[in-house]
Nanobody, 116 residues
Framework: QVQLVESGGGLVQAGGSLRLSCAASGYILRINQMGWYRQTPGKQRELVAVITSGGMTTYADSVKGRFTISRDNAKNTVYLQMNSLLPEDTGVYYC??????????WGQGTQVTVSS
């Protein structure tokens, strides 16, 4: 089993910044991909950003140039630096980890609220 602990959400004004962290622990030999997804009421969970074990990144068009995903492989931790936040970035952000055996695990979610 893999446990994911997220932190860093909160309330911020538009134009502000937040940094999310997600630390993975448990039965981990190697992590393939780590990423962040978000969900708002009435909408499906959507990809925000992912990063592979080799450091390749993919971003949703809506966050390109504002968000930066990074990972510390030694700590099995993924980060999401969010700058120039907009009210439409509001939602619950979930960490996702794909293990070496392609099993996926989700964090409990952290609320991000951006006020206008």
């Amino acid at each position: 089993q893999v446990q994911l602990v997220e932190s860093g959400g909160g309330l911020v004004q538009a134009g502000g910044s937040l940094r999310l962290s997600c630390a993975a622990s448990g039965y981990i030999l190697r992590i393939n991909q780590m990423g962040w997804y978000r969900q708002t009421p009435g909408k499906q969970r959507e990809l925000v950003a992912v990063i592979t074990s080799g450091g390749m990144t993919t971003y949703a068009d809506s966050v390109k140039g504002r968000f930066t995903i990074s990972r510390d492989n030694a700590k099995n931790t993924v980060y999401l630096q969010m700058n120039s936040l907009l009210p439409e970035d509001t939602g619950v952000y979930y960490c996702n980890v794909e293990r070496w055996d392609f099993n996926n695990y989700w964090g409990q979610g952290t609320q991000v609220t951006v006020s206008s």
